[in-house]
């Protein structure tokens, strides 16, 4: 045994290591396509594709259980309650929950990056309110102005809109505000400035792309999120309206019967499970692609 | 040869003050220049001294709010730029006047390729096609000398060695033919060789295209190779400056003497090398006469009381100094 013979070892494991997790960094790519287009095709086509009506069930067939423990293909996923098809329910249900989550994170990201692009670039007073604001925003429960709203607009899918944005553009500020803080005192920015580059220049092509990273991981993690504070809203009667099908209304409806009945609440669940997962998949491979540094690797 | 050619910028009794603390302090007090075109002006000093924001007030980039420039005059190719509008100003800065930064690692933008911040740079004050554009940004990098510029242009930041990043800087900074480039110790992150090859280049660049150069050091060995002037700055103010022939032969100040006593030299067998005791003056607690004074081994009484006056040279060669001790000599007070 020489002192060198471990070390070689090691070092062809650390190889190999390496390796296999490039190889995973790759693999995930066509997975994630897939598991997002699963998700996308029956959002969009819910209404040819749906082999029930998700609003009207048949009182008869309630509480079937899906196919594969005791139930029969004509529903594939079971019923709930009043007879209707889970499956059904879940195609159309998820319409609404990934409208709501992608037009929510839009409007608040977009709101919430412009915001904190201003405060962290400009700093002074514009900094301080906005950064104020964030904290009022922050300190107020999203439940609480979401019961206001509902109750002198009522309930509807605009106002779980106007609650999504508003909770979550105070997110995108301060994470965005922290980036720029960092990236503005980095010396291109200086250069840009010497050469005779616009503010508006200087913060959408040099500060903009380099926080870009933060604020497209920080959209894809949220998606989870927002459907669940969508859920949450249905739960208390503030959210999208009773019979409209969406995924957190479903959980909340199963809920009472998950020991009887587990098919109810567990798809929808699942529904919202493996569309956080391969948007967050989908977020770190963009992560990944929109990094010059790793397209090396 | 060309001192008869007018100054393409001229700086006269320029004062910056910054707000801190501890009040506000004058970190560019009264400072005047002028360089020719093809010609190239060394700024010394140590850090602290004034150089940096010197420059910055140049372009009228002073960090805001606290900092801002209170009295004096700049004139660059014929127009007083202290007055311009901000538009006017952002069309003058890259346009005739440039700076290059210390840091080539920092001066670029990691998310786009150096073909697009050099096309940027022109694009913000030429009007072409995109094109041009990109046949002009390939012509301002070969002209800084990068090898392969047809390929290169496709390439990031980070597949690039400092040297070759500083002289993508040269080329975003010279893209649009400024007139008068500043660059603030562009070779203190190179190492030597790189070092020398850059400042060569930028000496050959000059030569083809008459650019005025402020050069911002703190090596003197930089600034005999690269400088016809030298200004050496000492707490805000310029306490002497002329041909560097001058400057490094008969320095007539005590700081410059000091200074140039403490570069190590290749001929003598120095034991311990000479430096200047005590430190330099807080800007908030200036002594009320000559700057240097405290740390000036010749300091007479009177420059405790009052700041000496700029004294001029007989030679006629416009070397000028600040120093009471010159009062009794053939030197003669004049006004800059």
New interface residues.
Partial sequence: MTDISPRTSEHTFGQKMFDLSRSLRSLPIVPIFILVFLLILPAVTADLIAPHDPIRGRIPDRLAPPVFFGGSWEYPLGTDRLGRDVLSRIMHGAKVSLSVSIVGIIFGGVLGTVLGLVAGYFRGWADAIIMRLVDITMALPSILLALVLAVSVGPSFQTVIIVVTFVLWALYARQVRGEVLSIRERDFVARARVSGASHLRIIFRHILPNAANTIIVLATLQVGSVILLEAGLSFLGVGIPKPTPAWGLMVADGRQLIVSAWWIAFFPGLAITLTVLALNLLGDWMRDKLDPKMKDL | MMAQEAPIIEVRELETRIDTKMGPIKAVDGVSFSVRPGQTLGIVGESGSGKSITALSL?R?VPK?AAKITSGSIILDGEEILTASEAR???????KI??I???PQ???????TIGSQVI??IA??VKASPLELLERAIEALKRVRVADPKRRVED?P?QMSGGMKQRV?GA??LGSNPKVLIADEPTTALDVTIQAQYLKLLKDIQTETGLAIIFITHDFGVVARMCDQVAVMYAGRVVEQGPVRQIFSDPAHPYTKALLNSVPSVEEDVKRLYSIRGQPPAFWDMPAGCRFEPRCDKAMPKCKTEYPPIYESPDGDHHCASCWELESTEWTQSRY
Avoid: K, W
């Avoid at chain 2, 100003?89 to 346009?95: D, K, L, S, V």
């Fill in positions: 372009l980039l709010p100003m952002r069309e003058i800065r890259g346009g440039s700076m930064l210390q840091d920092t001066s670029l933008n990691p998310v786009f940027e740079a913000t004050h990031y980070h800087v975003i900074a």
